[in-house]
């Protein structure tokens, strides 16, 4: 991983983007020296918004590689790089709330992305969907996108039903797979709050959330009316885009 990021500081400043990759060969000379470990070597790494959103959709795809995600595929790398939409430039009318440019990879089953990050998938034999009463009836695409999220942290400690009647015109609830892309982006998330998705309904009355449990990881469910059973909870939300 070290090496990846040391390759990309190297492509950046053949860029001329000085300062961005001088930021990742400290970064990448920090995690060499500490044994950081794989995963997390990137997020040690301070790098949007200080760079570009070319800079940060590189950060980003090449997490999803460093996962495996292409060989998940059967494509190489180059391909798979290929596969994926680049970030556009954000909307005026986002800059309040969604500030947090995301890709997002939806060709790898929820399950099996859980498996490959770690995370513990407790919604297993539980029916799961996107929100059937969104106003909007958003579905989730098949093939990769990109969205604008503002990483749970506009609605905080309140419940899924009651964050669900405050959404604009041009936002939804965050689904349970959107926040582990979210996740994949930046692990370090949960350590600021943990993750509400009102934009997964599990069974009839449920909403998928992402919390940690003695640092692990776990991806569960509850009622949509309940309060979070600790403070810190926050609902992610995306923009339509």
Request: glycine share 6%.
């Given at each position: 991983?070290v090496a990846?990021?040391?390759k990309?500081?190297?492509?950046?400043?053949?860029?001329?983007?000085?300062?961005?990759?001088?930021?990742?060969?400290?970064?990448?000379?920090?995690?060499?020296?500490l044994?950081?470990?794989?995963?997390?070597?990137?997020e040690?790494?301070?790098?949007?918004?200080?760079?570009?959103l070319?800079?940060?959709?590189?950060?980003?795809?090449?997490?999803?590689?460093?996962?495996?995600?292409?060989?998940?595929?059967?494509?190489?790398?180059?391909?798979?790089?290929e596969?994926?939409p680049e970030f556009t430039?954000?909307?005026?009318?986002?800059?309040?709330?969604?500030?947090?440019?995301l890709?997002?990879?939806t060709?790898?089953?929820?399950?099996?992305?859980?498996?490959?990050t770690k995370?513990?998938?407790?919604?297993?034999g539980?029916?799961?969907s996107?929100?059937?009463?969104?106003?909007?009836?958003?579905?989730?695409?098949?093939?990769?996108?990109?969205?604008?999220?503002?990483?749970?942290?506009?609605?905080?400690?309140m419940?899924v039903?009651?964050?669900?009647?405050?959404?604009?015109?041009?936002?939804?609830g965050?689904?349970?797979a959107?926040?582990?892309?979210?996740?994949?982006a930046?692990?370090?998330?949960l350590?600021?709050?943990?993750?509400?998705?009102?934009?997964?309904s599990?069974?009839?009355y449920?909403?998928a959330?992402l919390?940690?449990w003695?640092?692990?990881?776990?991806?569960?469910?509850?009622f949509?009316?309940d309060p979070?059973?600790?403070?810190?909870?926050?609902a992610?939300?995306c923009s339509?885009?």
């Amino acid at each position: 991983m070290v090496a990846e990021i040391e390759k990309l500081a190297r492509e950046l400043r053949g860029r001329n983007h000085l300062e961005a990759a001088g930021v990742l060969t400290i970064g990448a000379q920090i995690a060499r020296k500490l044994g950081v470990p794989e995963f997390l070597q990137v997020e040690a790494i301070k790098v949007y918004p200080e760079i570009s959103l070319e800079d940060e959709w590189q950060r980003q795809s090449h997490r999803f590689v460093d996962l495996g995600f292409h060989k998940e595929l059967n494509l190489t790398e180059e391909k798979y790089f290929e596969s994926l939409p680049e970030f556009t430039v954000q909307p005026e009318s986002f800059k309040k709330g969604l500030k947090s440019p995301l890709l997002r990879e939806t060709r790898i089953p929820i399950e099996r992305k859980c498996q490959l990050t770690k995370v513990e998938y407790l919604l297993r034999g539980l029916s799961q969907s996107d929100w059937s009463n969104d106003p909007q009836k958003y579905k989730t695409p098949d093939l990769p996108y990109t969205i604008w999220t503002d990483e749970g942290a506009r609605f905080v400690d309140m419940p899924v039903r009651d964050v669900r009647k405050e959404l604009a015109l041009d936002e939804r609830g965050g689904t349970a797979a959107d926040g582990i892309d979210l996740y994949i982006a930046k692990p370090s998330i949960l350590k600021i709050r943990s993750l509400d998705f009102p934009g997964t309904s599990v069974g009839a009355y449920d909403a998928a959330y992402l919390d940690l449990w003695m640092d692990v990881p776990w991806l569960e469910n509850r009622f949509v009316g309940d309060p979070a059973h600790k403070s810190g909870f926050g609902a992610l939300i995306c923009s339509r885009q």
